[in-house]
């Protein structure tokens, strides 16, 4: 099993920044790396950021392309989120997941469920 928790999220105005941090914990290794994934009101969740923890390969969203980075502090088994340039649009529940599958940014095939996420609010 792996738990992971989110921390981070906040009110920021637009074209502010915001660092999300992903603690991880457990036992299990058997995943491929970390993705960060976004909820926004009314609609489904969306892959916005993943990470080997091997590698260091990164993968992003379309949307948030030169605007988020994604990183992994191995030594602290967490990962980060990045993310500048904010707009209302990137309002949402953000929750890491642990990506044993592809694509990455398919919510339905994560490793071992979701963290409780945390609420990021762009104001316009």
């Known amino acids: 099993q792996v738990q992971l928790l989110e921390s981070g999220g906040g009110l920021v105005q637009s074209g502010g920044s915001l660092r999300l941090s992903c603690a991880a914990s457990g036992s299990s290794s058997d995943y491929y790396g970390i993705g960060w994934f976004r909820q926004a009101p009314g609609k489904e969740r969306e892959g916005v950021a993943c990470i080997g923890r091997f590698d260091g390969s990164t993968f992003y969203g379309d949307s948030v392309k030169d605007r988020f980075t994604i990183s992994i502090d191995k030594s602290k088994n967490t990962a980060y989120l990045q993310m500048n340039r904010l707009t209302p649009a990137g309002t949402g529940v953000y929750y890491c997941?642990?990506?044993?599958?592809?694509?990455?940014?398919?919510?339905?095939?994560?490793?071992?469920?979701w963290g409780p996420g945390t609420q990021v609010t762009v104001a316009s």
């Open positions: 997941a642990a990506i044993s599958g592809w694509p990455w940014d398919d919510p339905s095939i994560v490793f071992d469920g």
